[in-house]
């Protein structure tokens, strides 16, 4: 299954930023952006990344997923148009198949809300800016 992959790999980076970060305790929530033609079921992958998080510092912790729409432009007239699903690559005003895709593809972790040993405070969400 793609979605245990993936939430694999989120797990292993949100642990290694916590590693390399300060005493952390535990992971609240992870924050996704997941395009929608990058391949993923968010349904899926809420169920993997819970299965995957058992034993290790994300256990318990929430995973929330931000859509991000596929968007194209028109290399030759510059139209801009979301593709929807199925993708539709063509342009719709001008009919021209030369496209450049702006967004959809993402799958990147947008932010990490994490404990550590300390009061809480109000620095406690840091954006982890790497890609999947």
């Given at each position: 299954?793609?979605?245990?992959?993936?939430?694999?790999?989120?797990?292993?980076?949100?642990?290694?930023?916590?590693?390399?970060?300060?005493?952390?305790?535990?992971?609240?929530?992870?924050?996704?952006?997941?395009?929608?033609?990058?391949?993923?079921?968010?349904?899926?992958?809420?169920?993997?990344?819970?299965?995957?998080?058992?034993?290790?510092?994300l256990?318990?912790?929430?995973?929330?997923?931000?859509?991000?729409?596929?968007?194209?432009?028109?290399?030759?007239?510059?139209h801009?148009?979301?593709?929807?699903?199925?993708?539709?690559?063509?342009?719709?005003?001008?009919?021209?198949?030369?496209?450049?895709?702006?967004?959809?593809?993402?799958?990147?972790i947008?932010?990490?809300?994490?404990e550590?040993?300390?009061?809480?405070?109000?620095?406690?969400?840091?954006?982890i800016?790497e890609e999947?």
């Open positions: 299954m793609h979605e245990m992959s993936v939430a694999l790999a989120v797990i292993d980076q949100v642990e290694t930023a916590a590693a390399q970060t300060r005493d952390v305790t535990a992971v609240r929530s992870v924050r996704l952006r997941v395009g929608e033609l990058a391949g993923v079921v968010p349904d899926s992958l809420a169920f993997c990344f819970e299965l995957a998080c058992a034993g290790t510092l256990e318990g912790a929430e995973l929330v997923t931000e859509p991000v729409p596929g968007r194209a432009r028109c290399t030759p007239c510059a801009e148009w979301a593709v929807g699903m199925p993708p539709r690559l063509t342009c719709p005003e001008c009919g021209g198949a030369e496209v450049e895709l702006l967004s959809g593809r993402e799958l990147q947008a932010e990490v809300h994490w550590d040993g300390d009061p809480p405070r109000a620095d406690a969400r840091e954006p800016p999947c």
